[in-house]
């Protein structure tokens, strides 16, 4: 399984860096996707990362998130900046097979921002 940290208070405008850390499961990946989940809505992927490190942003992220990872450790990252209210949520992390099929996933770290 994988575990989510960094999460935070934070004022509009503020940044936070999460952190997603697997035992294995993100080295062995195909695709990391992170994805928040608002009170009340579905889970939102707002970016993803390839085994080959290319990235891919939702419309809201683009321009102000990050994804990264480290080729040699089983951790992905997601830099975040310029927040605002509408960024509030659970923030989780999963991992994807070639199939697109989640091979591990965590219970994610809570975002607010507040106005």
């Known amino acids: 399984q994988l575990v989510e940290s960094g999460g935070g208070l934070v004022q509009t405008g503020g940044s936070l860096t999460l952190s997603c850390t697997g035992s294995?499961?993100?080295?062995?990946?195909?695709?990391i996707n992170w994805g928040r989940r608002a009170p009340g809505k579905g889970r939102e992927i707002v970016a993803e990362?390839?085994?080959?490190?290319?990235?891919r942003y939702s419309d809201s992220a683009k321009g102000r998130f990050t994804i990264s990872r480290a080729s040699d450790k089983d951790v992905v990252y997601l830099q975040m900046n310029d927040l605002k209210p509408d960024d509030t949520g659970v923030y989780s992390c999963?991992?994807?097979?070639?199939?697109?099929?989640?091979?591990?996933w965590g219970l994610g770290t809570q975002v607010t921002v507040s106005a």
């Open positions: 999963f991992a994807l097979d070639r199939f697109n099929a989640p091979t591990a």
């Open positions: 294995g499961d993100i080295l062995n990946a195909y695709t």
């Open positions: 990362i390839s085994w080959t490190h290319t990235s």
